[in-house]
């Protein structure tokens, strides 16, 4: 597997990524609030009910003019204050995941397919969240997990199918392993599933020049192969947001290597609920190409960035709200987790990159039947499996209209809507309850390989 040039050392986060980027809007966001707080005569967004009382008190008074914008000097400083402490205490935070990978039944280039069905798949299996306490990265409270995971060793494919999960190409596959206690595949393993995860890895100089197609008829169909040689038969794939979406056009071309389709928070119709916005996105292209061309990919701060658009004051919000949390708690700790996994991204093939801004958020490819790979248009109305299709009603990365709209074009397509949003309904604490049980009803519903 192709080291990481630029792995971080122990200790050493670098998030919120890129932190410039996040500090400058925070700067600017108090400095316009400070220039243009004499003509405002409302409470400040986000404030606390202290603050909201001063504001009305000084609405109240005779001085105004002079008492309103002292007050949101105040607030704009403690904001400011919250969003450096949340920041260092994430930093300094003693969590960091040690779970282990389990085997690797095959490898092409950085790309590994890993068996969460093995017997020792959980290994290292210590460091929980969520149980974490004052014992959290030591393995305190982790042995609970260690033993009901690793009970299921043998089970694997006994009760459930071998299932294939898809991760996007942009983020780290071990979302879906994220901890002892938020790991979607550790538990649907202790469950009787075998599920086998194709971790993308780190592109390397051959896939720097992958396309779409590439990826798709090419990797991922072989990567299905061999799942289907290992289980002995066809075996369901799930595709995970990107990962959704090329699991769609490998399960149209190869359907007899795939018995159903799950789809998770997938996009679709990228012009769905807000189509401005992701017009928007495609126009950063241009500003792109720079980096595209010297890189041969779109670098993991300039990807954060894009997200970023998205909801440009969503980062200094959580890490605010970060600072008030207790750091030895379940609730932090998990924050961490999450937060560790989604600074630790991956570059994306330039000329991947260029299809998906341009073709998918700039045309709507997908959802106009206009996306094609090798050769060939992608149309989900042509597939004839069992599909499960889940939607989480609080998805700020893909809307919920993008997604749930292959839901009405497979023709036996089953739509989950879980409460939660695009990462929690995966790993989130509530993530069980939203997703996981669901998903495992619905499998089993299919009996095994």
């Given at each position: 597997?192709?080291?990481?040039?630029?792995?971080?050392?122990?200790?050493?986060?670098?998030?919120?990524?890129?932190?410039?980027?996040?500090?400058?809007?925070?700067?600017?966001?108090?400095?316009?609030?400070?220039?243009?707080?004499?003509?405002?005569?409302?409470?400040?967004?986000?404030?606390?009910?202290?603050?909201?009382?001063?504001?009305?008190?000084?609405?109240?008074?005779?001085?105004?003019?002079?008492?309103?914008?002292?007050?949101?000097?105040e607030?704009?400083?403690?904001?400011?204050?919250?969003?450096?402490?949340?920041?260092?205490?994430?930093?300094?935070?003693?969590?960091?995941?040690?779970?282990?990978?389990p085997?690797a039944?095959w490898?092409e280039g950085?790309?590994?397919?890993?068996?969460?069905?093995?017997?020792?798949?959980?290994?290292?299996?210590?460091?929980?969240?969520g149980?974490?306490?004052?014992?959290?990265?030591?393995?305190?409270?982790?042995?609970?997990?260690?033993?009901?995971?690793?009970?299921?060793?043998?089970?694997?494919?006994?009760?459930?199918?071998?299932?294939?999960?898809?991760?996007?190409?942009i983020?780290?596959?071990?979302?879906?392993?994220?901890a002892?206690?938020?790991?979607?595949?550790?538990?649907?393993?202790?469950?009787?599933?075998?599920?086998?995860?194709?971790?993308?890895?780190?592109p390397?100089?051959?896939?720097?020049?992958?396309?779409?197609?590439?990826?798709?008829?090419?990797?991922?169909?072989?990567?299905?192969?061999?799942?289907?040689?290992?289980?002995?038969?066809?075996?369901?794939?799930?595709?995970?947001?990107?990962?959704?979406?090329?699991?769609?056009?490998?399960?149209?071309?190869?359907?007899?290597?795939?018995?159903?389709?799950?789809?998770?928070?997938?996009?679709?119709?990228?012009?769905?609920?807000?189509?401005?916005?992701?017009?928007?996105?495609?126009?950063?292209?241009?500003?792109?190409?720079?980096?595209?061309?010297?890189?041969?990919?779109?670098?993991?701060?300039?990807?954060?960035?894009?997200?970023?658009?998205?909801?440009?004051?969503?980062?200094?919000?959580?890490?605010?709200?970060?600072?008030?949390?207790?750091?030895?708690?379940?609730?932090?700790?998990?924050?961490?987790?999450?937060?560790?996994?989604?600074?630790?991204?991956?570059?994306?093939?330039?000329?991947?990159?260029?299809?998906?801004?341009?073709?998918?958020?700039?045309?709507?490819?997908?959802?106009?039947?206009?996306?094609?790979v090798?050769?060939?248009?992608?149309?989900?109305?042509?597939?004839?499996?069992?599909?499960?299709?889940?939607?989480?009603?609080?998805?700020?990365?893909?809307?919920?209209?993008?997604?749930?709209?292959?839901?009405?074009?497979?023709?036996?397509?089953?739509?989950?809507?879980?409460?939660?949003?695009?990462?929690?309904?995966?790993?989130?604490?509530?993530?069980?309850t939203?997703?996981?049980?669901?998903?495992?009803?619905?499998?089993?519903?299919?009996?095994?390989?």
């Amino acid at each position: 597997m192709t080291e990481r040039r630029d792995a971080p050392g122990p200790n050493q986060r670098r998030g919120p990524r890129p932190l410039l980027l996040h500090l400058t809007l925070a700067m600017l966001r108090s400095s316009v609030s400070r220039a243009t707080s004499p003509n405002w005569k409302r409470a400040w967004q986000d404030s606390s009910a202290a603050v909201l009382d001063s504001l009305r008190a000084s609405l109240a008074s005779g001085d105004a003019e002079a008492a309103f914008p002292a007050a949101v000097v105040e607030e704009t400083l403690r904001q400011d204050a919250a969003l450096i402490a949340g920041i260092a205490a994430y930093r300094r935070h003693p969590w960091h995941r040690t779970l282990t990978d389990p085997p690797a039944l095959w490898q092409e280039g950085g790309s590994r397919l890993l068996d969460y069905g093995a017997a020792d798949s959980a290994g290292g299996a210590h460091g929980a969240v969520g149980s974490a306490g004052g014992d959290r990265g030591r393995g305190g409270s982790a042995g609970g997990s260690h033993d009901a995971v690793g009970s299921a060793g043998g089970a694997h494919g006994a009760d459930g199918p071998t299932v294939l999960f898809v991760p996007s190409l942009i983020n780290r596959a071990y979302v879906l392993d994220l901890a002892p206690d938020h790991s979607m595949l550790r538990w649907l393993a202790a469950r009787g599933v075998r599920p086998l995860l194709l971790d993308w890895g780190w592109p390397g100089t051959a896939e720097r020049r992958f396309t779409l197609t590439d990826y798709v008829a090419g990797r991922l169909e072989r990567a299905l192969a061999e799942a289907v040689r290992q289980a002995g038969g066809p075996v369901v794939l799930a595709g995970y947001c990107m990962g959704g979406t090329l699991a769609v056009a490998a399960a149209e071309r190869r359907p007899e290597l795939a018995r159903a389709l799950v789809l998770l928070a997938t996009p679709w119709d990228f012009h769905a609920d807000d189509p401005a916005r992701a017009r928007q996105a495609a126009a950063c292209l241009p500003l792109l190409e720079p980096a595209l061309a010297v890189a041969g990919t779109l670098p993991i701060d300039l990807l954060q960035m894009l997200f970023a658009l998205l909801d440009p004051w969503g980062v200094a919000r959580k890490y605010r709200g970060f600072s008030r949390l207790d750091p030895d708690g379940a609730a932090a700790t998990l924050f961490v987790a999450l937060e560790d996994w989604l600074n630790d991204g991956v570059p994306l093939a330039a000329p991947v990159a260029r299809a998906c801004l341009a073709e998918w958020y700039g045309e709507n490819a997908p959802a106009r039947g206009r996306w094609h790979v090798a050769g060939l248009p992608v149309d989900p109305a042509r597939l004839g499996m069992p599909s499960f299709v889940a939607a989480p009603e609080r998805d700020r990365i893909v809307p919920p209209g993008s997604a749930r709209v292959l839901a009405e074009r497979i023709p036996a397509a089953t739509l989950h809507i879980p409460k939660a949003g695009h990462v929690g309904m995966v790993a989130g604490s509530r993530a069980e309850t939203e997703l996981w049980r669901p998903l495992l009803a619905w499998l089993m519903r299919l009996g095994a390989t």
